[in-house]
Every structure is written in structure tokens, then in C-alpha cells.
């Protein structure tokens, strides 16, 4: 007995609208797929719905709401199938943010858009579809990104429990005193931490200490 | 198939020394055999011990030196301490993990430790050597993992880093003990130490992570990637 016929469903969180359409047409060059253009505003779960996409393609160029964002929270929302993300940029941050979710597929826009639908129909047969210039740059990325963690591991493991305590609120820009009251110690103490933390931390000045702080991961700047 | 050549050129001394530490006796020969027939590269010893693996760096006496680990050591002298070693001890070489398919996590880890670059066994001949090759100069090298692993890749390299380096080498040691279920007397026994000395470690290891006790020790531990997951509470 034959199933009902249905499409398959391709879920497309669009950027801009030209490639979008682009995007659409590509899919629908395929045979037995219908594309639904995803609504984030009521949540990324209802949007991969009670029917599973067979593909999901994120812009992450997308004007409204961060596109890494969104495409890491189609994972979140539990889809393990295949994603295709898509972007003008291919830095290697881009391209590393975008691949820890998992992706089987990153198409470079516009140049790749021409190449849409082969990389499409590649994924939905279960391959992979990356343009292989990001290779390298991934790489690079990777290499980039050991360093900064070696570098944070090394600072972290220098600063002690109360210079990291003193370093909280120096970035909140308390003076001293002010410090040494949330603490319970005198300022002079303070004062000594903070003179043992500039030098751990090879800076001269508060604000430096944050910088290089921030930059290391020790601290979350918002 | 590796025929030695009476004068290679460039001299055998010009070439890029090259350590091959594997667990498994075969494979680490078999690949010092494969890096000799490369014209650049000469096969400067191999090992299936790590603490003969340091010896044999040692007895090489170059400047410009790449050492292959291979990432099924385990123990408390595992791949991890054994590529932070020769890191920390020959900071100009090159250390390059090896493996078989190795899980994204555990490349991610050894290039955090301080390898310079994973290759997989099951590579192309040609590739595999051009990556030791390139990792003498300093470059980040992946062979054999395909992109779509890099982001578990630079998962695992990120998560040992909340702990792992502030850990003294003997902590990490007693801590890979205890996580085996070894008391202070074993773990005492085992590294031909003082019961106390092991206490004071334990102790000092407990105020780094912040716990108050061997169990919690042991799951951050195992949740930042320190000892293998293998360990249940």
C-alpha cells in the first residue's frame, strides 16, 4: 500500500530576502521538497514543529536576531538532522562558531549560491558540503583558539581564589576601599592583591587588567 | 619497503628527525620505517613506552625534532602527560598527536596539552608525511579529521582549560590514581611516597577545584577531561 504522498520538509531560516529566494528555489529544484520558511518569533521548537525537517538551512547573515544564535539553537531544540549554514563571511571565527553546531554543510555568499542546489540534494543524501577553501582557514582558527585557551589555563592557574575575587571588582570598577569592605580586608591589603595581579597579568593600570582579563576569558565583559 | 639508502640526500643530519611513541610496539615502527623513506624526514628512533619515548628524545641530541605520540597511551603516564613533557621539556620541537579515528574530544585535548597538530593513521602515506613536514614549521596541522568534527575538535580544547593547568604534574598524577579508586596508601605506594605526602597533595587538590572531598575531586576531573570518562562514581 502506497504511504500518502508527502514533500519532504526543507526548513529555511532566511537572510536576506533575495537569497532566500534564491535559497527556495534551489530546494524546490529537487524533487519531493517544499520549503517552509521558519518564524523565529514563536521560538526555534516550534519551528522544527511535530514534523522533522530533513534539512535545516540557516542564513547567518539574518538582519533580525543573531543567525549563530539561531543556528545553535536548532540543536538545542533537539534536531540532529542535517544543517546547512550560509554566509557572506569566511573568517575563520565565523566559520568555527558556525561549525560547533555541528553543521554538514557552510555555503559561502554569494559565490556559493551557485552550487546551492548540488550541495542541497549532497545533504540530503547524508554527505557533507563545505567549500574547500575553509579548510585552511578553520585550521588557522583552531590554532588561534588553542593558544588563547593555553593562555587562559596558564594565567588562571597563576591567580589566586582572592586575586580573582579583587579582579571581579576591579572590573566593576570599585575603588579600594570600597573592595576591601565587600571582602572584609584593609585597603592596603587590596592594594597588595591588585599589585600582584597587575604583575601576573603584566599590565600597569586597572583598565589594562580588565582588557587583558576580558581578553583571556578570565573575565565576562557584557 | 624501507630500504635504506647507504647516502641519502640531503645527509641523514640535514633531514628532520623524526620519534615515533606508540603503545602498540608495530605501529610505532612500521610508521618510523614509513617517516625514514621520505627524503626530508629520517627516522631518529622510535618507542611503545613513554618514559622510553623521553629517553629516546633525549638521545637523538637535535635541535629540530619532531615527535609523533600516539594517543592510545593511558595510565597516569598517558598521551596527555606525555605530550605536555616533551613540550615542557623541548619547547622548540614539534609534538604531533597521532591516532586511529580518535574521538574530536580527545584531538582537542592533545592540542591543548601542547601537541601541534593530530594526523590519523588511516591518512594517505604522502599526506601523513607532508604534515610532519609542516608541523616542523610551527604550523597547526589536522590530517585525516574532515571540517565538520573541527567544532567538537575546538570543543574538547576548550574544556580542559577551566582546571587542567592548575594542576602540579604529581597532582595530576595522584589525581589519575584516586580516580581509579586508589587510596592514599596504594596511591603512597604506588609513587614511592609518604602516605602524608599524598594527603597533602590530595588536599591542595581539593582547594584548586574548590571541593570538599576525593569524589568531587574526581567528577570534575572527569567532567574537565583530566582522567578518562570511563570512570564512574
Redesign the interface.
Given at each position: 500500500m502506497a504511504a500518502a504522498h508527502r514533500a519532504r520538509r526543507v526548513l529555511l531560516l532566511g537572510g536576506h530576502p533575495v537569497i532566500a529566494s534564491v535559497t527556495r528555489l534551489a530546494c524546490t529544484a529537487m524533487p519531493d521538497v517544499r520549503v517552509d520558511d521558519g518564524d523565529p518569533s514563536n521560538g526555534v521548537e516550534a519551528m522544527i514543529g511535530s514534523e522533522e525537517p530533513v534539512l535545516v538551512i540557516v542564513d547567518l547573515d539574518r538582519r533580525a536576531g543573531d543567525g549563530l544564535t539561531l543556528l545553535h539553537g536548532v540543536r538545542e531544540a533537539g534536531y540532529t538532522g542535517p544543517v546547512l549554514a550560509m554566509s557572506e563571511r569566511s573568517d575563520g571565527k565565523r566559520v568555527?562558531d558556525?561549525?560547533?553546531?555541528?553543521?554538514?554543510g557552510y555555503v559561502v555568499t554569494p559565490a556559493g549560491l551557485a552550487g546551492l542546489s548540488l550541495d542541497v540534494a549532497t545533504l540530503l543524501s547524508g554527505g557533507?558540503a563545505?567549500d574547500g577553501l575553509?579548510?585552511d582557514v578553520?585550521?588557522?582558527e583552531?590554532?588561534r583558539?588553542?593558544r588563547v585557551?593555553?593562555d587562559?589555563?596558564?594565567f588562571?592557574?597563576r591567580l589566586t581564589?582572592r586575586e580573582r575575587e579583587v579582579l571581579s571588582y576591579l572590573s566593576e570598577g570599585l575603588t579600594l576601599r570600597q573592595i576591601g569592605r565587600r571582602v572584609g580586608l584593609s585597603h592596603r591589603t587590596v592594594e597588595t592583591h591588585v599589585g600582584k595581579l597587575y604583575r601576573k597579568l603584566d599590565v600597569r593600570t586597572r583598565v589594562q587588567a580588565v582588557a587583558r582579563a576580558a581578553n583571556l576569558?578570565l573575565l565576562r565583559v557584557d | 619497503m624501507a630500504q635504506r639508502k647507504p647516502n641519502p640526500t640531503p645527509s641523514n643530519r640535514r633531514r628532520l628527525g623524526v620519534v615515533v611513541a606508540d603503545p602498540v610496539e608495530v605501529i610505532a615502527s612500521a610508521l618510523a620505517q614509513l617517516v625514514d623513506t621520505h627524503p626530508d624526514l629520517a627516522d631518529a628512533g622510535h618507542a611503545s613506552d613513554p618514559h622510553e619515548a623521553l629517553a629516546v628524545i633525549d638521545r637523538a641530541r637535535r635541535s629540530r625534532l619532531v615527535t609523533l605520540i600516539g594517543l592510545g597511551f593511558e595510565g597516569p603516564q598517558d598521551a596527555y602527560w606525555l605530550i605536555r613533557e616533551v613540550r615542557e621539556r623541548h619547547p622548540t620541537h614539534g609534538v604531533l598527536a597521532i591516532g586511529d579515528r580518535a574521538e574530536p574530544a580527545a584531538i582537542g585535548r592533545a592540542?591543548?596539552v601542547?601537541a601541534d597538530g593530530y594526523l590519523d593513521e588511516r591518512s594517505d602515506a604522502a599526506a601523513f608525511l607532508d604534515g610532519v613536514k609542516r608541523a616542523a614549521e610551527g604550523?597547526?596541522?589536522?590530517v585525516g579529521p574532515?571540517?565538520?568534527v573541527?567544532?567538537?575538535?575546538?570543543?574538547g580544547?576548550?574544556q580542559?582549560?577551566?582546571v587542567?593547568?592548575?594542576l602540579t604534574e604529581r597532582e595530576r598524577e595522584v589525581l589519575a590514581f584516586a580516580a581509579e579508586g586508589l587510596t592514599a596508601r596504594e596511591i603512597a605506594g604506588r609513587l614511592g611516597v609518604r602516605e602524608r605526602t599524598v594527603t597533602t597533595h590530595l588536599s591542595k587538590i581539593y582547594g584548586k577545584f574548590?571541593v570538599g572531598n576525593r569524589v568531587a575531586a574526581v567528577r570534575e576531573a572527569v567532567r574537565s577531561g583530566l582522567v578518562p570518562a570511563g570512570w564512574s562514581e
Open positions: 568555527l558556525a561549525l560547533r553546531a555541528q553543521i554538514q557533507r563545505f575553509l579548510d578553520a585550521v588557522e583552531l590554532g583558539r588553542v585557551a593555553r587562559r589555563a596558564r588562571t592557574g581564589p576569558g | 592540542l591543548f601542547g604550523e597547526m596541522v589536522l574532515d571540517i565538520d573541527f567544532g567538537a575538535i575546538a570543543d580544547m576548550e580542559p582549560a577551566i587542567d593547568e592548575r574548590g
